[in-house]
């Protein structure tokens, strides 16, 4: 390792030590992995979704595993931005100081998005948002903010209205055209994007002739869907001229290195935490050795290097 | 006294034995120092069992004993990932755990006298805490219940530093027969115990802390969910209880049987 | 195994002696398959994609593996119609009269799909046709007809209008409502659908920094997609009156059990036949034993049997 | 004399020997009986190396030799499945094997003076092919490459059988300095040869067949390509020919160099 690598990537104006980040909803607020982490070496801490009110989440069963991967239907249970400014950005200002902190917003409404960047706007410790539009969208009867144009441009340009942090989307692979979702949510002012959420997916029980989810339906995530988000990535950081954080079944270094290939600035470690808690830490030094024995000085050289 | 917690940490593990010892369960040594030393009864691990891509999730098992740098883990087969750790030979290091994990039994500060309530592998979480417990001068009487003879698991463990065993089986093959519920309302009519230990199926478990609660005796059960992080950041594991959901994987397993709210819907599909 | 399953079941007028058929394009025509499966016990072959004139396909490298799947761009390489019916048929003529043949059909315009069509309306060994609306549309830009209600209408309004024989349609799996898209398809005159053809997806050698597809992207089947396939087969059969032939990573009875129980009347194998030759026979074999387990009397009971 | 093909099935295997023999090269000895007796010089065998579902495709390796109820593979150690081949233990039966599969080397009915010419790897298809042809009389010469010492394979059983061998290394570790195109255009020009087969990296075998039909040698290669089916079903390893696209599994492996039209972006990315 006789070079030094340049680490830091750029989202917007936020920027990144490294390009390593926690997909939202499968690392808490960081306080879990803290046995397991040094959480100062993130790229950024993306939270789980965190909504206006509490959301209870769904029945149980909430998981279920399929062939290299997983399906969930968490349902998004959080305490509700109070409590989590109260508890989790507590816990984050304490003891991450230096890691940039991306609260994962969630909501059912327009309104809701709203308010919660409302409610964190005044908290210092907040450095950018990512908002989630996979949520179903209870005005427009359930389907998602993100499977429809014009949807998913509201939403963004009411966030959008509402801070003058960076702006991430993090977009839902459930559609037939990724490329103009990513491009209305550019329009829209967007500072970034977030690819992949979760494919829908159902396992079933042949045995009991039952689903293997209260809710039936979740979304897969892991090993299984990292072709369709390498594809999704590769399609958008095309056409887009914002930064993507890519993710998808990134399970080491190598994964990593090829979303960034594929066009990725940053990257978010997902469904490997729980496979490995210490994962992010792994796909990080994954990406550092690579850099070393290509000759790589700058990790964002990596960023849509794609050959042909 | 109530359990500490340590740190978990990732292991490396190396299978010390594993061997078939009652009709499709398994008791496999492995070779976990410092889970080991500081793995507290009722508490678990978190095994990756395949280093492949197929199995993403991790497993979670009970520890059954801890001596030296060995620990043991009483394993029932029933899907892929038991049926692989079956396979597992002597000398495999092709494992790594995460432990110790949850919050295990407690023992009150001023307990003389407990039962320990056992349905099939339920026995499995139940081990260390008995020999502590019988080390630590704890008069201890032991209910085990099992579909059948060939499934009873532990009994020499029990026998050993119990001062009663009772044994049912729903077919009768061993002991009386019936549910271990029977043995139970005996045993708590004709003692007093400063506390209820349970673990088995939630029926089961739900039936002793009814009749815990009817003498008047604190009961815990440990109670299984399914789990993919297993240390408290997914939220797959929720157990409702009187103060809102809670997570199987770090509030528990092990809970106080009062706080409890029994939903049928959350228990795993197998077992 | 005491009582005697009935395994018959019914794709609108054909009648197929057992829901097990081959998935188009993994199963050729039968003829490689024959050293290892006994393809008069197929509840139907279904070929390889048909078009009007030869079709070269795509460079190579043309697959490549991914996390319990793989992805392929053959690009539906084949000599056309006219040496289709010289070669395979004459060959399934000869060595499997008993068996349904479904001939998978491929086109880049409606046209096309129609030539195939008329041009094999005369062989009386056709049993029925299975349209493949996953190709790219080359009068509409390149976006497969597939992706789009009224295309997707169209050109099943234009193959029911070629022939009275039973009419299968079928599905890409990459797009935002596939109900809508079946109920598009169901309403334009198809007998039956079948879902899903594979997900769009990219695999990239981080070594090299280039795709593994010559073609950059491809369609991941296997296991992986099994989730996907379930949930969308779940939706479909709910809400069309039509059956539905369900795959998508089945690979032995226990998979394809699940289909059924989704909603699923028949059930196609595809990427198992390359783990293992015998992989129909398994399935079938296997679903016939879940069948005797379970006290089923006629596989049909199956179909949509799932739990709350 | 032609080879003829026998039908292919489904065999369950059991792992005879597997060892290291060079670097970053193992030797595996299967228990194949019904393959064993019917495979001809230039067949290939599609492993599967993994029950789980995580590596789905099977591994296609060429039969290096077949002896009563036994094939040996000669096998690069590249990515996980062959990693996971390295790593099977004598007595594992998790492997199966679809075969004996493809169109193998051709013997010329005349043949009395045959060229063989390996490339690293290479020598693998041609080790039952250059016994067989010694035990048929016909004389044979050898020419080996390798990148270097430690990667040269099959060394003992060419001096065996042949009555020549050329050995050169790229790196002079062993033998003559270079490519083997140097020994190769030397034994042209020396001796005559009815037949040449060749079997290496794909730019080697094109040099050598150009050598060969500079002399006027019938040429052989034996190709690799992708494949997922290996039976002739799915056209992923398709190889140009003069006579259009041709499958490798079926038409080939081993193809006349004169058909071949070479096209480097259909070889595989390894090897
Ligand atoms: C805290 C805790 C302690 C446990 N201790 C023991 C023990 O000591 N001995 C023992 O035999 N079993 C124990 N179990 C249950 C054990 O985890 C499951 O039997 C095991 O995960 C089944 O895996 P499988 O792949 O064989 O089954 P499959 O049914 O194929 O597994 C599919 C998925 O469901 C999960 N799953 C299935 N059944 C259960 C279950 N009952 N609990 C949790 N997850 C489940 C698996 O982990 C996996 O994610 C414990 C469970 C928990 C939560
Ligand atoms: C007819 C034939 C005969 C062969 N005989 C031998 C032999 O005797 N000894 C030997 O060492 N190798 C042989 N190979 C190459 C061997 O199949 C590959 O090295 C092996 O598949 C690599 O698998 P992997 O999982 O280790 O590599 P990975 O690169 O991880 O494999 C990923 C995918 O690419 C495929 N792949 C990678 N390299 C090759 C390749 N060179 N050829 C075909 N597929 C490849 C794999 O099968 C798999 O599907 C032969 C190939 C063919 C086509
Ligand atoms: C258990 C679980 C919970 C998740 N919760 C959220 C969430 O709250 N908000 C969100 O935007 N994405 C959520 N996701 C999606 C992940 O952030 C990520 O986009 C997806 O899982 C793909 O990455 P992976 O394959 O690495 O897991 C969740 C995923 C999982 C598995
Ligand atoms: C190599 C390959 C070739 C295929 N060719 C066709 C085709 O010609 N026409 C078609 O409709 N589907 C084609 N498919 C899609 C399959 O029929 C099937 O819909 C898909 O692979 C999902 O099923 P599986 O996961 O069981 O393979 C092909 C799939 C593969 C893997
Ligand atoms: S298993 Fe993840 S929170 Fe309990
Ligand atoms: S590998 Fe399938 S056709 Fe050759």
């Not at chain 1, 009411?158 to 003058?164: E, I, N, P």
């Not at chain 2, 359990?3 to 034995?17: F, G, I, M, Q, Y």
């Not at chain 2, 009768?172 to 029977?182: A, L, N």
Request: glycine share 10%; net charge negative; with cysteine.
């Amino acid at each position: 390792m006789s070079i030094s690598v340049n680490m830091s990537v750029r989202l917007g104006s936020l920027e990144l030590s490294n390009p390593v980040v926690t997909a939202s909803g499968t690392f808490a607020s960081g306080r879990e992995f803290a046995d397991f982490v040094d959480v100062s070496r993130l790229g950024a801490i993306v939270t789980k979704g965190v909504s206006l009110n509490p959301w209870p989440g769904n029945a149980s069963p909430r998981i279920a595993e399929t062939a290299s991967g997983m399906l969930n239907s968490i349902g998004l249970q959080n305490p509700g931005v109070e409590a989590f400014v109260a508890k989790d950005l507590a816990w984050l200002v304490e003891n991450a100081a230096g890691t940039p902190v991306i609260v994962n917003v969630s909501g059912h409404s327009v309104d809701d998005y709203v308010g919660v960047i409302e409610r964190l706007e005044c908290e210092p410790s907040v450095a950018a948002y990512e908002v989630n539009i996979s949520c179903p969208n209870v005005d427009e009867g359930g389907m998602s903010f993100g499977t429809e144009c014009v949807q998913a441009a509201r939403v963004t340009a009411a966030c959008r209205a509402a801070t003058r942090r960076p702006l991430i989307v993090k977009l839902t692979p459930n559609v037939t055209d990724i490329v103009a979702i990513a491009s209305s949510v550019e329009a829209a002012g967007a500072d970034a994007l977030s690819l992949i959420n979760t494919l829908l997916g159902m396992a079933i029980d042949a045995e009991s002739r039952r689903p293997k989810l209260a809710r039936v339906v979740g979304g897969l995530s892991g090993p299984a869907i990292k072709p369709v988000a390498l594809r999704m990535v590769w399609e958008v950081a095309r056409a887009v001229e914002i930064p993507v954080v890519g993710m998808g079944g990134i399970m080491d270094g190598t994964d990593a290195v090829e979303f960034m290939l594929a066009g990725a600035t940053a990257v978010a470690v997902g469904t490997a935490n729980f496979v490995d808690p210490t994962a992010t830490m792994r796909v990080l030094d994954g990406v550092t050795e690579y850099c070393h024995r290509h000759g790589v000085e700058r990790v964002a050289d990596l960023v849509g290097a794609l050959g042909a | 006294m109530t359990v500490s917690r340590d740190k978990p940490a990732l292991e490396r593990v190396r299978v010390l034995a594993n061997d078939r010892i009652a009709q499709g369960v398994g008791l496999m040594a492995l070779h976990a120092p410092r889970c080991a030393a500081t793995i507290q009864p009722g508490q678990f691990v978190h095994l990756r069992v395949s280093r492949g891509a197929d199995i993403i999730l991790r497993r979670p098992f009970s520890v059954h004993r801890a001596t030296g740098e060995r620990i043991e883990i009483l394993y029932q087969i029933l899907g892929e990932g038991t049926l692989r750790i079956a396979e597992k030979p002597v000398g495999d290091t092709s494992m790594d755990l995460v432990g110790p994990l949850g919050h295990g039994w407690t023992v009150p500060n001023d307990a003389a006298h407990a039962l320990i309530v056992t349905g099939g592998l339920g026995a499995a979480p139940l081990g260390m805490l008995a020999e502590q417990l019988a080390a630590a001068g704890v008069a201890l009487s032991v209910a085990m219940g099992a579909p059948t003879a060939q499934r009873l698991v532990a009994r020499e463990l029990f026998e050993r530093v119990a001062r009663r065993v009772e044994v049912s089986t729903d077919d009768g093959s061993e002991g009386e027969q019936g549910f271990v519920t029977g043995p139970v309302v005996r045993l708590l009519a004709e003692e007093r115990f400063d506390v209820v230990y349970a673990c088995g199926p939630e029926p089961m478990q739900r039936a002793v802390a009814k009749l815990a609660c009817e003498v008047g005796a604190t009961c815990q059960v440990s109670l299984e969910r399914l789990m993919a992080c297993g240390i408290g950041a997914c939220l797959s594991c929720v157990v409702s209880t009187h103060d809102g959901l809670k997570r199987a994987c770090v509030d528990g397993p092990v809970f106080s049987a009062e706080e409890v709210v029994w939903d049928a819907s959350q228990t795993p599909p197998k077992h």
